[in-house]
Antibody
Framework: QVQLVQSGAEVKKPGASVKVSCKAS????????IHWVRQAPGQGLEWMGW????????NYAQKFQGRVTMSRDTSINTAYMELSRLESDDTAMYYC????????WGQGTTVTVSS | QSALTQPASVSGSPGQSITISCTGT?????????VSWYQHHPGKAPKLVIY???NRPSGVSDRFSGSKSGNTASLAISGLQAEDEADYYC??????????FGGGTKLTVL
């Protein structure tokens, strides 16, 4: 079946970087964009950006430009989201999701930023 | 890009119908037929319930329906059931080739 499996929880200190992975299976990885979405505690869903696994093109939300990098490795059907210069406000659940309709979601990765 | 505007909360009794609105601009909701809706139960990943304004994914109950008029999209749920209690979010494609979410609406089934 189609699924996205994300890497495990992370705890980081302020100023550090985090890299979350999202492994796709059950479909042709390069046929669908991967989007990244986050939800901070008590807050709503927030779109971060997308990557086209076929072309490696990316498009980031203005809020994260300069701090986020999305990449992929087509040999292992995996997309990555790296967020740098972490602050406490980056503490959130991070999700990857497939296609413009976000029709399939990963299980989420908790990122905690704390000194 | 500002978030789309949704009511913070709506409620209804079992069997009743409710509607959740999602208001944007001509650069997002009003300009494209790329509006989607998601159901989000706490502790679980969000679930797509409506895409491309009116379409239901396979397996989603026909009690869920979507529509759009101008810059406002709407999600309707008929025959409310206890399991429908969740947070609901809309999204839209934008003129910058990005996505934007609504602020979310908490649905309470009384």
């Amino acid at each position: 079946q189609v699924q996205l499996v994300q890497s495990g929880a992370e705890v980081k200190k302020p100023g550090a970087s985090v890299k979350v992975s999202c492994k796709a299976s059950g479909y042709t990885f390069t046929d669908y964009y991967i989007h990244w979405v986050r939800q901070a505690p008590g807050q709503g869903l927030e779109w971060m950006g997308w990557i086209n696994p076929n072309s490696d093109d990316t498009n980031y939300a203005q809020k994260f430009q300069g701090r986020v990098t999305m990449s992929r490795d087509t040999s292992i059907n995996t997309a990555y989201m790296e967020l740098s210069r972490l602050e406490s406000d980056d503490t959130a659940m991070y999700y990857c999701a497939r296609d413009q309709w976000l029709d399939v979601w990963g299980q989420g990765t908790t990122v905690t930023v704390s000194s | 890009q500002s978030a789309l505007t949704q009511p913070a909360s709506v409620s209804g009794s079992p069997g009743q119908s409710i509607t959740i609105s999602c208001t944007g601009t001509s650069s997002d909701v009003g300009g494209y037929s790329y509006v989607s809706w998601y159901q989000h139960h706490p502790g679980k990943a969000p679930k797509l319930v409506i895409y491309e304004v009116t379409n239901r994914p396979s397996g989603v109950s026909d009690r869920f329906s979507g529509s759009k008029s101008g810059n406002t999209a709407s999600l309707a749920i008929s025959g409310l059931q206890a399991e429908d209690e969740a947070d609901y979010y809309c999204t839209s494609y934008t003129s910058s080739s990005t996505l934007v979410f609504g602020g979310g609406t908490k649905l309470t089934v009384l």
